[in-house]
């Protein structure tokens, strides 16, 4: 007697019951996940961070995009504004091999004080091992049209006057 693989198991065999349509609308919840999760990398020629957030969305709960190490990230608005501003570049998944980033917990180390005010240079030199040689060229041809620099996000405070620093 064959069975049939679409029939719902019932209590006694050990499967619970969806209502129906249930597992077709996590399956399609599913899809839509994966397309919308890439491989994004920095465009910014010096190593700063470019995103770091946390969303339950993103692959292991959060996103760190920094240096030239490539991070799988979820499309969340801030990762679309990235991508809009040229300061994230969407890339192919990198290839295996060492320098694809495995899922281990973040190790954040400090970066050196920027200097404030001055303007953060796009353009990132890529690394063949992770951006491979047939997908560099539609990645760099995204890269020459984000803009070469982008202004500064730190706040620089007026310089203090004598009258400030002189108490009567």
């Known amino acids: 007697m064959a069975t049939d ?23 399609q919840a599913a899809e839509e996940d994966d397309a919308n999760v890439l491989w994004v990398i920095s465009n910014r020629q010096d190593d ?16 760190f995009v920094g240096g030239s190490a490539p991070d799988k990230v979820y499309r969340t608005a801030e990762v679309e504004r990235l991508l809009h501003t040229g300061e994230l570049l969407e890339i192919p998944e990198p ?19 920027a200097m404030p005010g001055q303007p ?3 353009g990132r030199r890529f690394d063949p091992d992770i951006v491979p040689e047939g997908a560099q060229a539609k990645v760099g041809q995204r890269q ?7 202004a500064s996000k730190a706040t620089v405070p007026p310089a203090r006057t004598d009258k400030e620093t002189h108490t009567s």
């Open 144 to 150: 020459r049209q984000a803009p070469r620099e982008i």
């Open 95 to 113: 290839p295996d091999g060492p320098k694809k980033p495995v899922d281990v917990a973040p190790v954040i180390s400090q970066a050196p004080a």
């Open 5 to 27: 693989p679409n029939k719902e198991k019932g209590p006694d065999k050990g499967a619970t019951q969806e209502p129906k349509g249930a597992q077709g609308a996590t399956a």
């Open 48 to 63: 700063r961070v470019v995103l770091f957030e946390r969303d339950p969305r993103h692959p292991g709960g959060e996103a």
């Open 120 to 122: 953060i240079k796009l």
